[in-house]
């Protein structure tokens, strides 16, 4: 490679840009006696709004008095929601949502799986009615609740339960296993 010339007025240039030089001495690294700081964990939100994904990812249809819920995150097995279906995992908790406001419903929605999460908590029953009283003619919360339960980071299916627990008026909804749940298995 051919050694490129300079001329004066850019090396000038280069040297009042540079300031002053010192001429190195010793090219080794001389390590201090301080260690670096301990990492520490990111603090826990506990806040439950945190949990849930974009609204705008999930945007679905809107369902019907009597149409059946279904839902499975990316990447799950169909098998998973058919023993949903059929109540192999086994409700742990329950909690009913009729006659609340959609935003009451929400909140309370949260925490109850926020608390179900905490608690090691699998399978969960949510009973939703089917909204035939709804001033508006359609199921305002099973449709809300359709929504909030495919945004939450935590819930990885969720169907409409068989007749005998609420039919198409409740939902079971599986969450993702916590590492207490991992030993158990």
């Known amino acids: ?17 540079i300031g002053k030089v010192n001429a190195v001495k010793s090219d080794k690294v001389h390590h201090s006696a301080e260690l670096p700081p ?12 945190d949990m849930m ?6 945007d679905v249809e809107e369902v ?25 995992f086994g409700v742990q908790a329950e909690l009913d949502l009729h006659g609340l406001t959609s935003e ?4 309370q929605l949260l925490s109850f799986i926020a608390r179900s999460i905490s608690a090691g908590f699998r399978c969960v029953h949510v009973i939703h009615g089917k909204g035939y009283r709804s001033s508006e003619n359609r199921p305002v919360l099973k449709n809300n609740l359709n929504r909030w339960l495919r945004q939450h980071k935590e819930v990885q299916a969720f169907c409409s339960t068989p007749q005998r627990h609420g039919g198409t008026g409740s939902v079971y909804v599986l969450l993702k296993l916590t590492k207490n749940q991992d030993d158990l298995l």
């Open 64 to 88: 019907s008095h009597e149409e059946s819920l279904t839902y499975t995150a990316p990447g799950l097995q169909h098998a998973v929601l058919t023993k949903l279906r059929k109540g192999f």
């Open 53 to 58: 994904l974009d609204g705008f990812l999930f």
């Open 104 to 107: 009451a419903a929400k909140q």
């Open 1 to 17: 490679m051919t050694k490129k010339i300079i001329n004066s007025k850019d090396s000038d240039l280069f040297r009042q840009t």
């Open 38 to 49: 301990k990492p520490y964990p990111k603090p826990k939100t506990n806040n439950p709004e």
